[in-house]
């Protein structure tokens, strides 16, 4: 019987402060020092806006140092912690899964990518453009009626932004737009890896062979194929492991591991630490 995950998950409706208004995108500032110890996931979509601050922003168990002029994106389902420094003066548009998906194609680039590369240092110019656009979903928020058309097409301003700025900060894009078969290879990776761990099955569903597979993702990346399914499993397992209350035995059940001890082995193998060492406190 497959173990019920029980990650806790804020919700946009969490952050409402007017209960008598529509939480779909909600816009809230953060000035000084905030932390976040707990690793917690949202289910909404986030563009966090720095006009200045430091401190540091772990996104999936990597951690990003935080200064002015940033552009940072959250996807649902991403673990997050914040430690944030006194000088920090910060926006946030809290964007719900329905109307993240109207505007997501903004994005030029496959999801994921934005999700292995989740900063952006931007230009001054960037910066300013973006800014506004912030603050005039802010005032549009603040009316009765919003126009939901206006704020919409004020995300995708943002996103197809955002979008330029990361074309020459994304690592390996040149690899990704070249073979754009890789990109599919860890699209697919994503939807199936609880389930599919075999090479062959994603290089069957990408009509090649999987020893083309290995070769370019030896040639692009410097790394087996295999690795790429590795890794997607372990990012699972310390998701699970810092934010869920599950036994070890059912996250293991969770990620289509029956046998607990092959499961603790594997994550050992590639963490060098037991799953239960992984999430004793610091």
């Known amino acids: 019987m497959k173990a019920k995950s029980s990650i806790p998950v804020l919700r946009i409706n969490d952050f409402q402060i007017d209960l008598q208004s529509d939480s779909s995108i909600q816009y809230h500032e953060i000035f000084g020092s905030r932390l976040i110890e707990k690793a917690h996931q949202h289910d909404f979509f986030l563009f966090l806006l720095f006009e200045n601050g430091g401190g540091t922003h772990t996104i999936d168990f990597i951690t990003h140092d935080v200064s002015g002029h940033q552009l940072h994106l959250l ?37 994921i990518l934005y999700q292995k590369n989740p900063v952006l240092a931007l230009s001054a110019s960037a910066f300013e453009q973006i800014m506004y656009e ?16 206006i704020i919409s097409s004020r995300c995708r301003i943002i996103a197809q932004m955002a979008s330029r700025e990361a074309e020459d900060k994304f690592t390996g894009l040149t690899a990704y737009q070249s073979k754009p078969i890789l990109v599919d290879y860890l699209s697919l990776i994503d939807m199936n890896f609880r389930q599919q761990r075999s090479v062959t099955f994603y290089a069957d569903k990408l009509n090649i062979t999987p020893n ?57 193998t590639q963490t060098g630490a037991s799953p239960r060492e992984f999430r004793l406190p610091l």
């Open 212 to 268: 083309y597979l290995n070769i370019l993702c030896k040639k692009h990346f410097h790394t087996s194929a295999t690795s790429f399914i590795h890794n997607r499993l372990i990012l699972e397992a310390k998701r699970l492991l810092l934010t869920s209350k599950n036994s070890v035995k059912e996250i293991s059940y969770e990620l289509g591991f029956y046998d607990l001890a092959y499961f603790s082995k594997f994550f050992k």
């Open 75 to 111: 996807f649902p389902g991403q673990v997050h912690t914040w430690n944030l420094t006194g000088d920090t003066r910060a926006f946030q548009l809290m964007i719900s899964k329905r109307i993240f998906e109207i505007f997501a194609n903004s994005l030029r680039y496959d999801l």
């Open 134 to 149: 912030f603050k005039a979903i802010q005032t549009e928020l603040s009316l009765e009626p919003r126009l939901w058309d």
